[in-house]
């Protein structure tokens, strides 16, 4: 995938917008939470009222990378923006709410149980019409969303391609914890998308890369120990981390026993 | 993913297909029944729906047990997955390095029924595990030993279609030298509330481009296919897939775009990255669900894109006989497509009886018409907004 740049990235998390609010250590920040949640965010417009809190989590991203590259939102709108949204576990509170209702529910809850819902109202806040893949898993699959954003891009099949990981946790906490993954804590709900453009950016990427009895790489390792464990998203805040620190190599992934890795130049 | 650019040389062959489904529980009887005016809809019987408005659908009354010796997986959309499985590889060896061999599966619902299961009392971590989306998509990679990339697509209805084009894309990157591609779903109370809350389903049949059509009706299933790299490939195929594209309307989160254009856009693509003109089609499998504002909107965009020709190619949906199979539809209707062309045929559209001024084009109805249909055109929407659509070449018998 030569002549794909990163453009830019947004980053939302429970620990607040950028990486400046990132603590230095996210396990002793978290003094024993096991689920670092984000509250509803207040975005204007009547059209989010439905809207689940996963979905504004992905609009809020997206406005926090336009804000960073000084773009105006009318750069992202039409059919020459591709959008590739992936998330392990964003839907989990729709389904749990429609299975379990807390509160009576109306119609047009079911249509947002479905992982595409972030991603529709992301389309529709900011006029997507390109390329649209929606994957589903966790930071090995953003790696897979990478590759598919930085393919089309590369190949001239979109001007532009925007890389969206969301992850929330906190309606299901009892739920993964009875599932006894093996992933570290504190669970932190975020939001993180990547800009990926023709040509440098501030990172280029690179297709994934054969990642049998890797480790994880300084970037994942750094990511997790300032973020958290993120999920999806984890990818995304250790390009954020990777474009501070001019730092090139691999980003591993890790997600259910699978590893991937994805080349960084500088 | 866009196919903005043709392919041309970057063809992927369809070496073989596997399909569980409710008119038949493997490829043969799949297609037996389309032909043979089977009808898969019944009274559903595997979970209460006495408080629904409709309480039918496509539900396969047993699944094929899985040939392969194991612990058998308690969630059904996995058991749907490894029965499609053992039929794909019944016809096709997954004769590779399992580092090269990928699985690509779409799917609305994941394994959502597990939800209700681990949220109605049963509290095994094996259950909660379950809830994930991806682990019907995991199961069947450690079914077929697949340790290459495992990726699950979820662009809801129009999954099948996306994730055959993601798997093609595996192979032209040399990501895989052989992948596993296509969709499946189950049909849960879940998903059966959902649609009767938004009055979706219809009490009578589903009648795809009829101008009495009142809605559609939900069925289950799993449809997969061998995707290799054509040049590399050197054994029979079923056909081949020439391009792909999938898009977003950015319009609605339930409702299609009223005007179609990112349908448009993705058929336009598709075409384009097939490197064909819209005159090459000899044939179309339309989503037609069989609710007004589908199938009108579906035939406004098919009447654009094909142009002069819009109403001499034969358009069929087969959506009546099995219900909407959701993550499974366009991969099955994918297979549907390749099959029609190996025996010249054209499975009908089951339901549709009286023209509708407001679609208008040449829908195959009641029983199959014998054709020549060596390319073909597969369109999906799914509610966000997505848009996915396949252009097939089917290899004659």
């Given at each position: 995938m030569n002549g794909v740049g990163v453009a830019g990235i947004g980053l939302v998390t429970a620990w607040g917008e950028g990486l400046a609010a990132l603590p230095g250590d996210a396990r002793r920040a978290a003094a024993g939470r096991r689920v670092i949640a984000m509250p509803r965010l207040e975005i204007a417009g009547d059209r989010f009222r439905r809207a689940t809190r996963e979905c504004l989590m992905g609009v809020a991203a997206v406005e926090a990378m336009l804000r960073r590259t000084r773009l105006d939102r009318a750069a992202l709108a039409g059919d020459g923006t591709a959008l590739v949204y992936v998330?392990?576990?964003?839907?989990?509170?729709?389904?749990?709410?429609?299975?379990?209702?807390?509160?009576?529910i109306g119609a047009l809850h079911f249509p947002y149980t479905a992982p595409s819902a972030v991603a529709a109202e992301v389309a529709i806040e900011f006029g997507l019409r390109g390329g649209y893949v929606i994957l589903v898993g966790g930071a090995v699959t953003t790696v897979?969303?990478?590759?598919?954003?930085?393919?089309?891009?590369?190949?001239?099949?979109c001007e532009r391609a925007l890389v969206l990981a969301v992850e929330s946790f906190a309606e299901c906490e009892e739920l993964y914890a009875r599932a006894r993954f093996r992933v570290p804590t504190p669970l932190v709900e975020a939001a993180a998308c990547a800009l990926l453009v023709p040509g440098e950016g501030e990172l280029v990427v690179e297709p994934p890369v054969a990642s049998r009895g890797r480790g994880p790489s300084p970037l994942e390792t750094r990511a997790r120990r300032r973020a958290g464990e993120t999920f999806a998203c984890a990818p995304l805040i250790a390009l954020a981390l990777a474009g501070e620190s001019e730092a090139r190599g691999v980003l591993t992934a890790e997600w259910r026993g699978r590893r991937a890795a994805l080349a960084i130049r500088g | 993913m866009c196919g903005a650019r043709p392919l041309h040389a970057e063809v992927v062959a369809i070496v073989a297909a596997g399909a569980v489904t409710p008119i038949g529980a493997d490829l043969d009887a799949f297609w037996s029944g389309l032909v043979t005016g089977a009808d898969g809809i019944s009274a559903i019987?595997?979970?209460?729906?006495?408080?629904?408005?409709?309480?039918?659908?496509?539900?396969?009354?047993?699944l094929p047990h899985p040939r392969r010796p194991g612990r058998l997986p308690a969630c059904r959309a996995s058991r749907l997955l490894l029965g499609a499985a053992d039929d794909l590889c019944a016809r096709a060896l997954l004769d590779v390095d399992p580092a090269r061999l990928g699985v690509v599966v779409g799917t609305a619902l994941g394994g959502v029924e597990e939800l209700e299961h681990a949220l109605g009392g049963d509290r095994t971590p094996r259950r909660a595990a379950a809830t994930l989306y991806d682990?019907?998509?995991?199961?069947?990679?450690?079914?077929?030993?697949?340790?290459?990339?495992v990726i699950t697509v979820s662009t809801a209805c129009a999954s099948g279609a996306t994730a055959i084009g993601v798997g093609a894309d595996l192979l032209l990157d040399d990501r895989a030298d052989l992948v596993v591609a296509g969709g499946y779903d189950v049909l849960c109370r879940f998903v059966m509330?959902?649609?009767?809350?938004?009055?979706?389903?219809?009490?009578?049949?589903?009648?795809p481009f009829d101008r009495r059509r009142s809605g559609l009706?939900?069925?289950?299933?799993?449809?997969?296919?061998?995707?290799?790299?054509?040049?590399?490939?050197?054994?029979p195929r079923l056909g081949r897939l020439l391009g792909h594209a999938s898009t977003s309307d950015g319009s609605h989160i339930a409702a299609p775009?009223?005007?179609?254009?990112?349908?448009?856009?993705?058929?336009?693509?598709?075409?384009?990255?097939?490197?064909?003109?819209?005159?090459?089609?000899?044939f179309v499998s339309a989503h037609g669900t069989g609710t007004p504002l589908n199938?009108?909107?579906?035939?406004?965009?098919?009447?654009?894109?094909?142009?002069?020709?819009?109403?001499?190619?034969?358009v069929n949906s087969i959506k009546g006989p099995m219900g909407h199979t959701m993550g499974a539809a366009a991969a099955l209707e994918a297979v549907m497509c390749l099959l029609a062309s190996r025996h010249s045929l054209i499975p009908p559209t089951l339901g549709y009886e009286e023209a509708d001024p407001e679609c208008g084009l040449d829908y195959v109805p009641a029983v199959p018409r014998p054709a020549r249909a060596r390319v073909s055109l597969s369109t999906s929407l799914g509610f966000g907004g997505c848009n996915a659509a396949l252009v097939l070449e089917g290899a004659a018998a």
């Amino acid at each position: 995938m030569n002549g794909v740049g990163v453009a830019g990235i947004g980053l939302v998390t429970a620990w607040g917008e950028g990486l400046a609010a990132l603590p230095g250590d996210a396990r002793r920040a978290a003094a024993g939470r096991r689920v670092i949640a984000m509250p509803r965010l207040e975005i204007a417009g009547d059209r989010f009222r439905r809207a689940t809190r996963e979905c504004l989590m992905g609009v809020a991203a997206v406005e926090a990378m336009l804000r960073r590259t000084r773009l105006d939102r009318a750069a992202l709108a039409g059919d020459g923006t591709a959008l590739v949204y992936v998330t392990a576990a964003a839907y989990g509170a729709a389904n749990r709410e429609f299975v379990a209702p807390s509160t009576p529910i109306g119609a047009l809850h079911f249509p947002y149980t479905a992982p595409s819902a972030v991603a529709a109202e992301v389309a529709i806040e900011f006029g997507l019409r390109g390329g649209y893949v929606i994957l589903v898993g966790g930071a090995v699959t953003t790696v897979d969303a990478l590759w598919q954003g930085g393919r089309a891009v590369a190949r001239g099949e979109c001007e532009r391609a925007l890389v969206l990981a969301v992850e929330s946790f906190a309606e299901c906490e009892e739920l993964y914890a009875r599932a006894r993954f093996r992933v570290p804590t504190p669970l932190v709900e975020a939001a993180a998308c990547a800009l990926l453009v023709p040509g440098e950016g501030e990172l280029v990427v690179e297709p994934p890369v054969a990642s049998r009895g890797r480790g994880p790489s300084p970037l994942e390792t750094r990511a997790r120990r300032r973020a958290g464990e993120t999920f999806a998203c984890a990818p995304l805040i250790a390009l954020a981390l990777a474009g501070e620190s001019e730092a090139r190599g691999v980003l591993t992934a890790e997600w259910r026993g699978r590893r991937a890795a994805l080349a960084i130049r500088g | 993913m866009c196919g903005a650019r043709p392919l041309h040389a970057e063809v992927v062959a369809i070496v073989a297909a596997g399909a569980v489904t409710p008119i038949g529980a493997d490829l043969d009887a799949f297609w037996s029944g389309l032909v043979t005016g089977a009808d898969g809809i019944s009274a559903i019987e595997r979970f209460p729906v006495a408080d629904l408005r409709v309480g039918r659908g496509g539900e396969i009354k047993k699944l094929p047990h899985p040939r392969r010796p194991g612990r058998l997986p308690a969630c059904r959309a996995s058991r749907l997955l490894l029965g499609a499985a053992d039929d794909l590889c019944a016809r096709a060896l997954l004769d590779v390095d399992p580092a090269r061999l990928g699985v690509v599966v779409g799917t609305a619902l994941g394994g959502v029924e597990e939800l209700e299961h681990a949220l109605g009392g049963d509290r095994t971590p094996r259950r909660a595990a379950a809830t994930l989306y991806d682990s019907p998509g995991r199961a069947l990679a450690r079914y077929l030993g697949a340790d290459g990339p495992v990726i699950t697509v979820s662009t809801a209805c129009a999954s099948g279609a996306t994730a055959i084009g993601v798997g093609a894309d595996l192979l032209l990157d040399d990501r895989a030298d052989l992948v596993v591609a296509g969709g499946y779903d189950v049909l849960c109370r879940f998903v059966m509330r959902g649609f009767d809350a938004l009055r979706s389903l219809t009490r009578d049949c589903v009648r795809p481009f009829d101008r009495r059509r009142s809605g559609l009706l939900l069925g289950e299933g799993a449809g997969l296919v061998l995707l290799a790299r054509d040049a590399a490939w050197r054994g029979p195929r079923l056909g081949r897939l020439l391009g792909h594209a999938s898009t977003s309307d950015g319009s609605h989160i339930a409702a299609p775009d009223p005007t179609g254009r990112g349908l448009e856009t993705a058929v336009t693509r598709a075409l384009r990255a097939a490197g064909l003109p819209p005159a090459s089609v000899d044939f179309v499998s339309a989503h037609g669900t069989g609710t007004p504002l589908n199938d009108r909107i579906e035939s406004g965009v098919l009447r654009r894109v094909l142009g002069a020709r819009a109403e001499a190619i034969p358009v069929n949906s087969i959506k009546g006989p099995m219900g909407h199979t959701m993550g499974a539809a366009a991969a099955l209707e994918a297979v549907m497509c390749l099959l029609a062309s190996r025996h010249s045929l054209i499975p009908p559209t089951l339901g549709y009886e009286e023209a509708d001024p407001e679609c208008g084009l040449d829908y195959v109805p009641a029983v199959p018409r014998p054709a020549r249909a060596r390319v073909s055109l597969s369109t999906s929407l799914g509610f966000g907004g997505c848009n996915a659509a396949l252009v097939l070449e089917g290899a004659a018998a």
